[in-house]
């Protein structure tokens, strides 16, 4: 599916639910992708991206940054603390803010270097033990610790159990990110973003229905 057919679908989503056209943001996740894929979707005007590696974006963003203009990129994979200084550096967004330990880390470290990026609060909306994020039952607290650091907070992200309806989870996120006082939801991917759309999303996070499948 072509980049300009996923911009389509977004759209004619936005007009059925009654949103603003162009109120989604399309993330292209370029994660394990080769760079000359990469660099045809970039070619053709798309500079929004996700990586889910900090290394593996430390190795593939710095050239492109340098050769295309206003790339915007997120960290949508689990975070590391050792890895937050270089994330901090190379991200413009980071999608996986889920531990006051990491929180605080971030904090320290931007009042070394001066800036953060802007931070989504990755939540557990399904409660999966082998999944990171805040359970949704602790998300206000958390938010209001991260708040209490004067960190960037902008809104919420989920990842929804493969094996149920993703529409639940959505819908669940939503509610969450209104009692938050957040504004921003990332969610929905390639299989399900159009329902992600319907429930409020404002980041979607699509890669194979862009891209194709990655290389084996």
Known sequence: MSLSEITDRIQSEERRVGRV????KLIAVSKLQPNDRVEDVLTQGHRIFGENRVQEAAGKWPDFKTRFDEVELHLLGPLQSNKARQAM???DVIHT???LKLAKRMAMIRDEIGHCPKLFIQVNTGKE???AGVMPEDTEAFAAE???LNLPIIG????PPVDEDPSLHFALLK???DQTDLSELSMGMSGDFEKAIA????????GSAIFGARPS
Do not use: Y
């Not at 056209?21 to 989604?24: D, E």
């Open 129 to 131: 033990p082998q999944k």
């Open 156 to 159: 919420l992200m989920c990842i």
């Open 89 to 91: 550096e190379l991200f």
């Open 146 to 148: 991260c708040r209490a």
């Open 21 to 24: 056209v162009g109120s989604t």
């Open 97 to 99: 803010l889920d531990r």
């Open 175 to 177: 509610q969450l990110v």
């Open 199 to 206: 429930h409020g999303a404002t980041c979607i996070r699509v």
